[in-house]
């Protein structure tokens, strides 16, 4: 079955720079990749999603890239802020089957 | 609030005993999963619903485990004779999909179950 793992599991960036995270997934019917953000006590929201049809998607500050040959795709986070602190994760599913498969989780600190 | 609630929020219960939590999905979505979230981990796939049609369960799902979703709108998920692994958070999300198609999963706030 599918498998994703996600590195790293914690990152501190200062505030303003840059923040990126990491994962590979090992299905490759895998089709659909979304990334949650789950502040402490919190439910997962979606921040944003890439379909397999497209190699990247952008939302303001936040990008994501897919490397369908590769197996991998990343959350890029630009001009980071406090509020960006939180944990991240990135999750994978197939057409044929809607459950999402989920990494471990990145927890990012934002320094100020 | 048009959002997935869940309820109840919290729940205590002892070793042995039966628990029952509800989930109310947003009211248009067809598809309604079943997640289990401990700490510091990522949330695993228990089972989800197409409609009222069970269409998955996961191999974590023990036989203690069962889910409900009568009239395709609110489900329940019951643990019965509850052990301590079962202390976990658990989450309720929703979409609507299209066969074939994913579609954004919408959580709810979660049922944080202790079993002492």
């Known amino acids: 079955g599918e498998n994703v793992e996600q590195h790293p599991s914690t990152l501190s960036v200062q505030e303003g720079d840059s923040a990126v995270i990491k994962c590979t997934y090992s299905?490759?019917?895998?089709?659909?990749f979304p990334w949650y953000k789950q502040e402490l006590g919190k439910r997962p929201q979606l921040i944003i999603d890439?379909?397999?049809n497209v190699g990247e998607k952008k939302d303001q500050r936040i990008a994501v890239t897919l490397n369908k040959t590769a197996k991998h795709f990343s959350l890029h986070i630009t001009e980071t802020q406090p509020e960006d602190s939180a944990v991240y994760f990135c999750?994978?599913?197939?057409?044929?089957?809607?459950?999402?498969?989920w990494g471990a989780g990145t927890k990012l600190i934002i320094k100020p | 609030d048009t959002g997935v609630s869940q309820d109840p929020r919290h729940k205590i219960t002892k070793r042995g005993q039966n628990v029952t939590f509800r989930c109310d999905p947003i009211s248009e979505h067809n598809r309604l999963y079943w997640y289990r979230q401990t700490l510091g981990q990522g949330p695993e796939f228990l089972t989800y619903f197409q409609n009222e049609a069970q269409l998955e369960k996961s191999r974590l799902l023990s036989d203690r485990f069962s889910a409900e979703r009568p009239k395709g709108s609110f489900s329940t998920l019951e643990i019965q004779r509850t052990e301590q692994g079962d202390s976990a958070m658990y989450l309720c999300?929703?979409?609507?999909?299209?066969?074939?198609?994913?579609?954004?999963?919408?959580f709810g706030p979660g049922t944080r179950l202790l079993v002492l």
């Open positions: 999300a929703s979409s609507l999909g299209l066969a074939g198609v994913q579609e954004t999963q919408y």
């Open positions: 999750a994978a599913s197939t057409r044929s089957n809607y459950q999402l498969i």
């Open positions: 299905d490759s019917a895998s089709n659909y």
């Open positions: 890439i379909r397999s």
